[in-house]
């Protein structure tokens, strides 16, 4: 019950860090797209440059993922409850970030508008809604796997879903750059400039649900374990109560 408690505990705390650096991802983004007159960046330049921004924004954003890394490797006690609790922080951060956004700026109008999502190795596009639905897998995944295993797990079957999560993972990243990398042959002017008009729904839905293998996987082997144990608890009342039953059957009436 403790230990419990103490899960609960961390869980706030990283979900409390996650929407403060929500904030602060939004304010800076607000504050680079207003310098740059791009709070809508799917526009003509998407990406101009200014001095140094260009630089400091990308080792920001590498910056960004330490953090929330480093939250979760603070806040577990076994590598998978770290990397339970880091896509907890992620996708918390991920979704306010779009929030507080709106917030500030008004901008996204809707889920289906065109951002940039990040820029290593190369500019990665998609509607906002893409990255969201992402993003709540990972809070799923994240709530699951931060507390301590309940379940023994098959091994050789957890790394066969990972592969399979790690394919769609792939295909989501080749989705989000592939209008980078289709221009990319042209130089880093044509990478900068391009504007994505069409995206991939249809593979982008493939991607997702490979992705969720190994969610889908941790709830189905929780769901077998609670039936299993209330099938058990019910079994242990009914042989409590057959003696009683037994005895009284004897009582002369």
């Known amino acids: 019950m403790k230990c419990a408690r103490n899960r609960e505990r961390q869980r706030l705390t990283v979900v409390v860090f996650a929407v403060a650096m929500a904030w602060v991802e939004a304010a800076v983004v607000y504050y680079l797209r207003t310098m740059i007159d791009r709070i809508d960046p799917h526009q003509p330049e998407p990406l101009p440059i200014i001095g140094g921004l260009g630089p400091a ?21 076994t590598w998978g409850s770290r990397l339970g609790y880091a896509a907890l922080a992620f996708g918390v951060w991920d979704i306010l ?19 940039i999502l990040f820029l290593l190795p190369l500019p990665w596009w998609g509607p ?42 792939a295909l989501a990243l080749y989705l989000f750059m592939a209008d980078s990398i289709r221009v990319s042959r042209d130089g880093i002017e044509a990478v900068r400039n391009v504007l994505p008009a069409e995206f991939n729904w249809g593979w982008f839905a493939g991607a997702w649900l490979l992705m969720a293998a190994p969610v889908l996987n941790i709830l189905g082997r929780r769901l077998r374990f609670l039936r299993a144990r209330n099938a058990a608890a019910t079994g242990l009342r009914r042989s409590d109560a057959a003696p009683a039953r037994s005895v009284g059957a004897m009582e002369p009436e």
Do not use: Q
């Open 57 to 77: 924004e990308l080792v920001r954003e590498v910056a960004t993922l330490l953090m929330l890394l480093a939250v979760g490797v603070l806040a577990g006690k």
């Open 97 to 115: 970030y779009y929030v507080f956004l709106k917030l500030l700026c008004g901008w996204p109008h809707s889920l289906l508008d065109w951002d």
């Open 128 to 169: 906002v809604l893409a990255p969201v639905s992402i993003a709540l897998l990972m809070v799923v995944w994240g709530a699951l796997a931060s507390g301590e295993a309940t379940v023994p797990a098959d091994a050789s079957r957890a790394w066969n879903l990972w592969l399979v999560s790690a394919a769609g993972a």
